[in-house]
T-cell receptor, first 115, second 112 residues
Framework: DSGVTQTPKHLITATGQRVTLRCSPR?????VYWYQQSLDQGLQFLIQ???????AKGNILERFSAQQFPDLHSELNLSSLELGDSALYFC??????????????FGQGTRLTVV | QKEVEQDPGPLSVPEGAIVSLNCTYS??????FMWYRQYSRKGPELLMY????GNKEDGRFTAQVDKSSKYISLFIRDSQPSDSATYLC????????????FGTGTQLKVEL
């Protein structure tokens, strides 16, 4: 158990809908990262928050947004869902703002299926 | 062309074999190199990380980085059935905010 908690574990929804994925980082970790894992693209970095502020951004679609709350949990909002958004969404956390090589601990992921 | 290339496998070896997993990359700004292990339906788990070129050993695992060739390797000695998983290489630039660029993963099966 990495100490990173993601809910829900599974989510099935229809195209055009909006969903929210939740992540609680390890105790004491200030950074939260979101990644998308699909069969054809592998693990893709979406976005990072550090202590409530956006720190780094990857190839995150405009239909997707995230935030980190004062208690350090984070939510990833996915809207106007398309079939191609079906994937595993992982949250990871680390202690600092993310110097290269800092160990990031991954949660178990949320499997999103868009039908 | 992807920034990080990794043979997807699957790779099947007998128990006790030495396993060699590799990645190549194109971004010369990558300074930190990691190997993650991912079991089916689980999150990635960090196995090894190295900074710049060189070797690092941890138990049965050895990571090698050759920045001049843009090539990294993970060796697993005395492989066990419990090593059966997908192995992902990952890299980040200095000060990259821990934004990791992953390979697509190599599926390994260690057979009895």
């Amino acid at each position: 158990d990495s100490g990173v908690t993601q809910t829900p574990k599974h989510l099935i929804t229809a195209t055009g809908q909006r969903v929210t994925l939740r992540c609680s980082p390890r105790s004491g970790d200030l950074s939260v990262y979101w990644y998308q894992q699909s069969l054809d693209q592998g693990l893709q970095f979406l976005i990072q928050y550090y202590n409530g502020e956006e720190r780094a951004k990857g190839n995150i679609l405009e239909r997707f947004s995230a935030q980190q709350f004062p208690d350090l949990h984070s939510e990833l909002n996915l809207s106007s869902l398309e079939l191609g958004d079906s994937a595993l969404y992982f949250c990871a956390s680390s202690t600092g703002p993310g110097q290269g090589g800092t160990e990031a601990f991954f949660g178990q992921g949320t499997r999103l299926t868009v039908v | 062309q992807k920034e990080v290339e990794q043979d997807p496998g699957p790779l099947s070896v007998p128990e006790g074999a030495i396993v060699s997993l590799n990645c190549t990359y194109s971004n010369s700004a990558f300074q930190y190199f990691m190997w993650y292990r991912q079991y089916s339906r689980k999150g990635p788990e960090l196995l090894m990380y190295t900074y710049s070129s060189g070797n690092k050993e941890d138990g049965r695992f050895t990571a090698q980085v050759d920045k001049s060739s843009k090539y990294i390797s993970l060796f697993i000695r005395d492989s066990q059935p419990s090593d059966s998983a997908t192995y992902l290489c990952a890299m980040s630039e200095t000060g990259g905010g821990n934004k990791l660029t992953f390979g697509t993963g190599t599926q390994l099966k260690v057979e009895l």
